[in-house]
């Protein structure tokens, strides 16, 4: 009998110490599963500034394509984001960094491209001129969540038209002209949150039609 209990009591004395094992298992668990939230989840690379693409439509089957470029100096280098469970951070190094530099230089260029539908025919076109060109329109907005507000004392630096050569020189004068336009604008930027985003609104100025939007942002 004496036996029997003293059986009955070290089984019971083994149970009592299974649970704070388990405990203390699971609270490592949920140290490693806390731990790797805090971690990035995701990085992202800004060496060389902000990089932007868009497609717009100068009229009813003339497109066009437009990339662009933001940049400043030194400010980009080596400049990284991180997004992780509790929010988005912007860091050089140790550096938090939460604000655009004074100054930032935009940089964009406009083409004749095929509008959607033309990608999968062949055929005589219209493509972009010079009139169409001068009967737009660029604005330029900071957005910060869903609130749009107009950039001040933007200064255009450049505005060259380059005439692209066809890939077939034999047959150049048989073929309509085509050009590339290359604008290299100054962004006033002191104090602008880094979270905000530069949009930029292309209209045509006979009928307020937007031709393109697109937005630069970090």
């Known amino acids: 009998m004496r036996c029997f209990l003293s059986r009955l009591a070290l089984i019971a004395l083994a ?59 030194e400010f980009f280098d080596n400049l990284r984001r991180f997004d992780t469970a509790h929010g988005t951070e912007f860091r050089r190094g140790k550096e938090v960094v939460t604000e655009f530099p004074e100054r930032l230089t935009l940089t964009f260029t406009v083409a004749d491209f095929p509008c959607a539908d033309q990608l999968k025919t ?25 609130t749009l507000r107009p950039v001040e004392q933007v200064t255009r630096e450049v505005a060259q038209v380059v005439r692209v050569d066809p890939y077939n020189t034999k047959v150049a004068d048989e073929l309509p002209e085509r050009f590339r336009w290359v604008f290299q604008i100054a962004i006033p930027s002191e104090g602008v949150p880094v979270t905000d985003s530069l949009v930029l609104i292309f209209r045509a100025k006979d009928n307020n039609r937007i031709a393109a939007r697109v937005a630069a942002r970090m």
Request: hydrophobic fraction near 35%; proline fraction near 5%; charged fraction near 25%.
């Open 122 to 146: 062949i055929g005589a076109r219209t493509y972009l001129t010079r009139e169409m060109m001068s009967n737009m329109h660029v604005s330029f907005f900071w957005k910060h969540g869903i």
């Open 15 to 73: 149970l009592s110490a299974v649970p704070p094992a388990i405990s203390a298992l699971t609270q490592k668990t949920e140290k490693k599963k806390s731990e790797s939230k805090a971690q990035p989840r995701e990085i992202w690379n800004f060496d060389g500034g902000i990089y932007f693409e868009t497609d717009g439509t100068a009229q009813e089957e003339t497109c066009f394509r437009l990339n662009g470029h933001l940049t400043a100096p």
